[in-house]
């Protein structure tokens, strides 16, 4: 199996307070993991890359220091959202890329971030 | 650059008519191509990819998709809708970037399959 999993799935939080979404490739190893950012009617937008033990790869216009990345295991990959805003809401949506399997990309089923 | 277009927001049908949900592509080299559905607050599932090969792909829950390389297409089919394929659906294209796979997602279309 591929299962990639998010938690939490839904998070309410304050202005200026952060937010920590996990994503977890339950049965394989994952060394590279996604994450996208998906607004109301739209197409997903990938954020960053993060590669396990290395510092991750953001996508133009992402702000890396308010966007923070960590993949410290196979397994784990974190996206922790800095002094959230109201602007930061969104569905957030991480991808696991599983090895040996064509490079496919398994995807989480999505946090929803909502910032009051 | 590589990008895929989904001409088309929203598509409607009834139900046991048969949809087409379009895709076209831009590529360099050979495309890896995917389509993905969507439900409501709900991550992207997996329907069908091309990679190589034939060039008609079957997929889950009876979807299929026509690569055709002259027209630079990749449209999405079904014999027969149902209801339950009422989704969000999109088209992707895969590309390499410093050895890292990279998805490009189309804008998505609207299925709307109607009783």
């Known amino acids: 199996g591929a299962v990639v999993s998010q938690h939490p799935s839904w998070v309410i939080c304050k202005s200026g307070t952060s937010v920590k979404i996990e994503c977890r490739s339950l049965?394989?190893?994952?060394?590279?993991m996604f994450w996208y950012r998906q607004f109301p009617k739209q197409s997903l937008m990938l954020m960053a890359t993060?590669?396990?033990?290395?510092?991750?790869?953001?996508e133009q216009g992402v702000e890396k220091d308010k966007f923070l990345i960590n993949h410290a295991s196979l397994t784990l990959s974190t996206l922790t959202v800095t002094s959230a805003h109201p602007e930061d809401s969104s569905f957030y949506i991480c991808?696991?890329?599983?090895?040996?399997?064509?490079?496919?990309?398994?995807f989480g089923p999505g946090t929803r971030l909502t910032v009051l | 650059a590589q990008s895929v277009a989904q001409p088309e927001d929203q598509v409607n049908v009834a139900e046991g008519n048969p949809l087409t949900v379009k895709c076209t592509y831009s590529?360099?080299?050979?495309?890896?191509l995917f389509w993905y559905v969507q439900y409501p607050n709900r991550g992207l599932q997996f329907l069908l990819k091309?990679?190589?090969?034939?060039?008609l792909v079957k997929g889950s829950y009876g979807f299929e998709a026509e690569f055709n390389k002259s027209q630079t297409s990749f449209h999405l089919k079904k014999p027969s809708a149902l209801v339950s394929d009422s989704a969000l659906y999109f088209c992707?294209?895969?590309?390499?970037?410093?050895?890292?796979?990279?998805?490009?997602f189309g804008t998505g279309t609207r299925l709307k399959v109607l009783a």
């Open positions: 992707a294209v895969r590309r390499t970037t410093s050895g890292t796979y990279k998805y490009i």
């Open positions: 993060s590669n396990e033990g290395s510092k991750a790869t953001y």
């Open positions: 091309y990679i190589t090969g034939d060039n």
């Open positions: 049965d394989f190893q994952a060394t590279t």
């Open positions: 991808s696991a890329r599983k090895a040996g399997f064509r490079n496919e990309q398994f």
């Open positions: 590529v360099s080299g050979n495309p890896y």
